[in-house]
């Protein structure tokens, strides 16, 4: 079956903090997703990879990084965490950037 | 510039009536249309699709119309239920270097 894996599903760091979210994949896609969901903002995009070792800024890039280290695996990378990315994180995959990302179950995010 | 806009932030309607969620985007070259399903604690979960090569997508309840001329698309629900009380995203990508765009959503309340 389909599956997108995110951990932790629930973090909380301070002001200044190193953070990162590791998603898994298992369904052989090639492209992976970061967004992140806030209250009347919707999904915003932060950065997606077509394949290992490849990386694109989305549309919120500011403030994070992103690796993509394996077909299966995408990490995103919060050096310097700010209440501001105080959030709601997905992650995504899909077989072509055509087509519906399938999404994880989400890692709720707090700066304090 | 938002690229995929939903009309209504939420909309309540009784159960057994059809909610009718709206949805226009502004670059033409986008030709396929997601709607997701989201229940709180969860993920997106994709609900139908459509690409811009038909004007109507029906899948039991769920019925997408699309009007390319005018770059706007709709989502019919009929016959709702207090389980279809959820948020509703939009969403719209394309082939090559364009990234799957998400609407700010809707949320559906169903009253009994």
């Known amino acids: 079956e389909a599956a997108v894996t995110q951990s932790p599903r629930n973090k909380v760091t301070v002001t200044g903090g190193n953070v990162t979210l590791s998603c898994r994949q298992t369904n052989s896609h090639n492209y992976m997703y970061w967004y992140r969901q806030d209250t009347g903002h919707g999904l915003r995009l932060i950065h997606y990879?077509?394949?290992?070792?490849?990386?694109q800024i989305g549309d919120v890039p500011d403030g994070y990084k992103a690796t993509r280290t394996t077909q299966e695996d995408f990490f995103l990378l919060l050096e310097l965490a700010s209440p501001s990315q105080t959030s709601l994180y997905f992650c995504?995959?899909?077989?072509?950037?055509?087509?519906?990302?399938?999404f994880g179950e989400g890692t709720r995010l707090s700066v304090l | 510039q938002q690229q995929v806009r939903q009309s209504s932030q939420s909309l309540t309607v009784w159960e057994g009536e059809t909610a009718i969620l709206n949805c226009s985007y502004e670059?033409?070259?986008?030709?396929?249309f997601p709607w997701y399903q989201q229940f709180p604690g969860e993920g997106p979960a994709l609900l139908i699709a459509?690409?811009?090569?038909?004007d109507k997508k029906e899948d039991g309840r769920f019925t997408i119309f699309f009007n390319k001329r005018e770059k706007n698309l709709s989502l019919h629900i009929k016959d709702s239920q207090p389980g279809d009380s959820a948020t509703y995203f939009c969403a719209a990508s394309a082939g090559g270097n364009y990234k799957p765009t998400f609407g700010k959503g809707t949320s559906l309340v169903v009253h009994p």
């Open positions: 670059n033409s070259a986008f030709d396929y």
């Open positions: 995504a995959s899909s077989e072509v950037n055509n087509q519906a990302p399938l």
């Open positions: 990879s077509y394949g290992a070792g490849n990386l």
């Open positions: 459509i690409r811009s090569v038909s």
